[in-house]
T-cell receptor
């Protein structure tokens, strides 16, 4: 069966520091991969999605970037975090034409 | 007008009650409809996945889609305290993998 792993579960970072969040999927090949941010009262916002290695689509201009160095690995990065980057970050995967499945997220606090 | 509207609640019911959760949407091109359950500090978990109009039943859960009214519902029968969570509706067009989410309804089932 397929599983998705996200780490870390919780992260506290100072303003201006870099960020790297990692997501890996097991048990499937060539999945679609997604990064979302969930802010209180604002629902789930799609940040990036990828249909293959090196193929990244950005949905919202922002301080973040994403990379897919391997088929089942998706990384969310920032060079310099802003206070507004605080939130709950969720990775998801899907097979073509199938619903998305989510990891348990990373709660990011910026101080 | 927002693409997907969902009453945030909170909704509080006694154990054993029938719960009705709803979303309305404005984009008539949406064809695929999902309900996710999200426990506190966890990622969303797929509950129901339906295509086009009609009903789908899975145990105590029933999903309904009325495309003519642009209205979807999730019914929970014999609700349990373990059903206490936030329920998110989501949908997308055919040929697109991008989900549009409601903001979620917080449900509490009291023993």
């Amino acid at each position: 069966s397929q599983t998705i792993h996200q780490w870390p579960a919780t992260l506290v970072q100072p303003v201006g520091s870099p960020l790297s969040l990692e997501c890996t999927v097991e048990g499937t090949s060539n999945p679609n991969l997604y990064w979302y941010r969930q802010a209180a009262g604002r629902g789930l916002q799609l940040l990036f999605y990828s249909v293959g290695i090196g193929q990244i689509s950005s949905e919202v201009p922002q301080n973040l970037s994403a990379s897919r160095p391997q088929d089942r690995q998706f990384i969310l990065s920032s060079k310099k975090l802003l206070l507004s980057d605080s939130g709950f970050y969720l990775c998801a995967w899907s097979e073509r034409g199938q619903p998305q499945h989510f990891g348990d997220g990373t709660r990011l606090s910026i101080l | 007008q927002k693409e997907v509207e969902q009453d945030p609640g909170p909704l509080s019911v006694p154990e054993g009650a029938i719960v009705s959760l709803n979303c309305t949407y404005s984009n008539s091109a949406f064809q695929y409809f999902m309900w996710y359950r999200q426990y506190s500090r966890k990622g969303p978990e797929l509950l129901m996945y339906t295509y086009s109009s009609g009903n789908k039943e899975d145990g105590r859960f029933t999903a309904q889609v009325d495309k003519s009214s642009k209205y979807i519902s999730l019914f929970i029968r014999d609700s349990q305290p373990s059903d206490s969570a936030t329920y998110l509706c989501a949908m997308h067009q055919g040929g697109s993998e991008k989900l549009v989410f409601g903001k979620g309804t917080k449900l509490t089932v009291n023993p």
